[in-house]
């Protein structure tokens, strides 16, 4: 299972593409860390590569967005 359908599923979606007509056009979009062992997930920027992780304490987060391939 990929990390973005780990994170369509904790944000309630059934799909990637219901995800992603809700938060397509937003300012603060879900992204989650992507180490192996962590699930953490938490709003972020659409366009977030590196951002805070408060379970690794690292810079390990990406967008939803980023994720999908549209940014």
Known sequence: ?????????????????ALLEEYGLDSVVPGICMRSDCDYTTSVEPDQ????????????VKSALILAGVI
């Open 1 to 17: 299972m990929s990390k973005l359908t780990d994170l369509v599923r904790s944000e309630g979606f059934e799909s990637e593409a």
């Open 49 to 60: 590569t590196e951002g805070w992780c408060e379970s690794c304490d690292a810079t390990t």
